[in-house]
């Protein structure tokens, strides 16, 4: 495929997925067909089944490029703020980057995290991705966990296993939607809350 076809399927992808946006966040995900998502993006049919496959298929490509922030194919734990977090030797720095690197993940997916889970309950397909996406956060995010139980960074008495529950609970969208959404914090507020709340439960008194 030469760079004019690969420009032209790059931008009917980026059409297709901000009408998905707007359609599923309007009207909901069982509600919103691939035809209207078709109509509302100018992009015909057949390209966007060509494209994505499936309904299913589209809303998976817009968490991905939520989460992620582009349609780049790179996953986020290989991303280089991600890989920064885990190379620096400091627990505490550690916990601050996940937490500001959540922080933006939260911020930009929870729209559509919230489709899904609205969906979830009616189609098969939508409760199979959130169990999906469920699963790559426990992994994702048990990997803070598992670095600072190697380093012999958590506090006496907890187990791996827990910290990472911990982990997985705080840093979930769930959370974010209280504070942030609901309670009205501040992005930064939240994010310093996290982090200190991260670090008394993970890590032993702070001796300075």
Request: glycine letters at 6%; charged letters at 25%.
């Amino acid at each position: 495929m030469g760079k004019p076809a690969q420009a032209r399927t790059r931008l009917a992808r980026a059409a297709v997925i901000d009408a998905a946006r707007t359609l599923f966040v309007e009207r909901g995900y069982v509600a919103t067909t691939v035809e209207a998502i078709s109509s509302y993006s100018g992009v015909p049919a057949a390209t966007v089944y060509r494209l994505f496959t499936s309904k299913r298929g589209i809303l998976k490509q817009l968490l991905d490029t939520s989460i992620a922030g582009d349609d780049e194919q790179v996953s986020l734990p290989e991303r280089s703020q991600v890989r920064a977090v885990f190379a620096d030797p400091d627990p505490r720095r550690q916990l601050a980057g996940l937490v500001a690197i959540a922080s933006d993940v939260n911020s930009r997916a929870t729209e559509i995290y919230s489709v899904l889970v609205g969906a979830a309950s009616a189609d098969a397909d939508a409760a199979a991705l959130l169990e999906e996406l469920k699963h790559q956060r426990r992994e994702g995010q048990g990997r803070i966990a598992r670095s600072l139980a190697r380093a012999g960074a958590l506090r006496a008495g907890l187990r791996e296993r827990d910290a990472a529950d911990m982990v997985y609970t705080l840093l979930s969208p769930e959370v974010y939607r209280l504070l942030v959404l609901d309670r009205r914090w501040p992005p930064k507020r939240y994010e310093r809350w996290l982090t200190q709340t991260l670090a008394e439960c993970l890590l032993p008194p702070d001796p300075r």
